[in-house]
């Protein structure tokens, strides 16, 4: 299980779990597919961003394999 900061290890379809950013204070994680990859760096120390197929938009915090 990959930490998510790497945008080289998200790819769509991935089944993931993200903070959102009403729930960054909490930590509360939310689980989904990964529709598009909106980090454009390679790497971000708080996660790559990516937009759910429900269209919740987060921070990935765990990649399920």
Known sequence: M????????ILPGASVKIV???DQRSGKLTAGVVKDILTKSSFHPHGIKVRLTDGQVGRVK???N
């Open 2 to 9: 990959s930490n998510g900061q790497n945008r080289n290890d």
């Open 20 to 22: 959102l950013k009403a």
């Open 62 to 64: 765990e990649i399920n």
